[in-house]
């Protein structure tokens, strides 16, 4: 069961449950933290290795530092490993995401819960705006990214074009200027270790040669994929059946699926686009209700993705029909992650035996490169949806050459809420205070100028 690499499925399990635990910061902080205890420590990976998983697990709608653990999972232990890790590494975010969603139904409108997540929204907008400065710095070392980050910024925030169309756009010029051997694309983006000396394939407990189990036959893809589709699809037609597509419950099974196979570049790309559905479309939400589960998402282990969940739970709650709000909330939560997160084993199971062919493919490569500089521009236009929404009471649509732009009503801005951003800001920026601290100090002033009679 071991592939000849002498760890055992027990002490796999020990070390993805660690993984699970220790998974916060967001993606970043996620596949640095694998990476030190999958290569560095327990060195059963090389670098190599890691980094053309990391690059296909990019290229994939859905949460990459997940589908990253399920593809290591799956390389070491074959499915039953890719399962165990990928279910562990969402495991506590479930758990916690659902505690915290129960509490903000309670007890959202008492004024402390109120004070506590006033402190948050402006600890995520600081966080927002570092995940910008971060990608960036890794994505855009050239003029060609920068140009396309550019391009995608303008095109979602002033044109409204699909999230998807611009990451497929940008993929598309990535594989031709990598097939090409364009040098912007060969050396325009990718991760790397953070110094000292690397590990070879060679010489990890995975070794550089590729498992039998990576090279199935056809019929074996072809039947887990049939097997992962029917668990992705089966709950949500069962609910359009049973229930209509106006039913809030296959809402959010079609709503979600739909979006399992756009969210390219993780969390923090999309949110702009699920904050506004489930704001504008469904009313599931309040706009700064949004972020506060983006708090609750940046507090909690797991992927920043599992924000979802408490936009499910929280759509289910408001139209929970013959059931009562807080069992239609746990269901609409669950149904949330279960179509979200099947996917991101669908495509792992079935497209990995084909990408561990592909090892050190330029045209996958330069892909890589421009959705990730498309990515920097989309998590831009999240920080300023975001930021126009903490700061501002009121915006209003304004037409500029031929661009429809929300601009804030310069009345309307919350003076509190913009000192703590800034506080935020500052603190994140400037004294390089980590995400666990800065959010805890946001959230100990929101409650506390929430005694102060200000909230």
């Known amino acids: 069961m071991d592939g000849g690499h002498r760890v055992s499925l027990g002490e796999a399990i020990r070390v993805w449950a660690r993984i699970a635990a220790l998974s916060f910061g967001g993606p970043a902080g996620q596949i640095a933290m694998m990476h030190r205890i999958l290569v560095d420590e327990k060195r059963w990976i090389g670098e190599e290795r890691f980094l053309h998983a990391l690059n296909y697990c990019m290229l994939l709608p859905g949460p990459e530092a997940q589908q990253l653990a399920v593809y290591i999972g799956w390389l070491m232990h074959r499915t039953l490993g890719g399962l165990i890790a990928g279910i562990l590494f969402v495991l506590p975010g479930v758990v916690a995401i659902m505690a915290l969603s129960w509490v903000y139904a309670l007890l959202g409108n008492v004024g402390i819960v109120q004070g506590l997540f006033f402190g948050l929204k402006a600890a995520v907008l600081a966080i927002v705006l570092e995940a910008v400065v971060r990608v960036g710095r890794r994505a855009l070392k050239n003029r060609v990214m920068l140009g396309l980050s550019a391009a995608a910024f303008l095109a979602i925030f002033a044109f409204n074009v699909p999230f998807p169309l611009i990451v497929l756009g940008a993929g598309l010029i990535g594989f031709a200027g990598g097939r090409m051997g364009h040098w912007a694309f060969v050396n325009g983006g990718g991760h790397g270790a953070a110094g000292g000396k690397l590990l070879a394939d060679a010489d990890s407990l995975l070794g550089e040669h590729t498992p039998a189990h990576a090279r199935p036959p056809l019929g074996w893809s072809l039947k887990v994929g049939a097997i992962c589709l029917t668990l992705w699809f089966g709950p949500m037609l069962a609910l359009l059946l049973a229930l209509g597509p106006a039913n809030v419950f296959s809402e959010i099974a079609v709503f979600f699926s739909k979006m399992a196979v756009v969210t390219f570049g993780g969390a923090y790309a999309v949110l702009?686009?699920?904050?506004?559905?489930?704001?504008?479309?469904?009313?599931?939400?309040?706009?700064?209700?949004?972020?506060?589960?983006?708090?609750?998402?940046?507090?909690?282990?797991?992927?920043?993705?599992?924000?979802?969940?408490?936009?499910?739970?929280?759509?289910?709650?408001?139209?929970?029909?013959?059931?009562?709000?807080?069992?239609?909330?746990?269901?609409?939560?669950?149904?949330?992650?279960?179509?979200?997160?099947?996917?991101?084993f669908l495509w792992i199971f079935l497209g990995a035996p084909f990408v561990e062919a592909l090892r050190g493919n330029r045209a996958l490569g330069g892909a890589l490169s421009a959705i990730t500089a498309a990515v920097v521009g989309v998590i831009l236009n999240l920080a300023i949806w975001f930021a126009l929404h903490t700061l501002f009471g009121q915006l209003a649509p304004v037409r500029i050459a031929g661009a429809t732009l929300d601009l804030p009503v310069p009345s309307s801005l919350n003076l509190p809420s913009l000192i703590l951003t800034v506080g935020a800001v500052l603190a994140v920026f400037r004294f390089k205070v980590g995400v666990v601290p800065t959010l805890g100090a946001c959230a100990l002033a929101g409650m506390a100028w929430h005694l102060a009679g200000g909230v």
Request: a negative charge; charged letters at 10%.
């Open 272 to 344: 702009a686009y699920v904050a506004q559905r489930a704001v504008e479309t469904y009313g599931w939400l309040q706009p700064g209700e949004m972020l506060d589960g983006l708090g609750m998402a940046e507090t909690t282990p797991g992927p920043l993705i599992m924000v979802v969940q408490f936009v499910g739970f929280m759509g289910a709650f408001r139209e929970p029909g013959a059931l009562s709000p807080l069992l239609a909330g746990t269901l609409g939560g669950l149904l949330t992650t279960w179509v979200t997160f099947v996917p991101c």
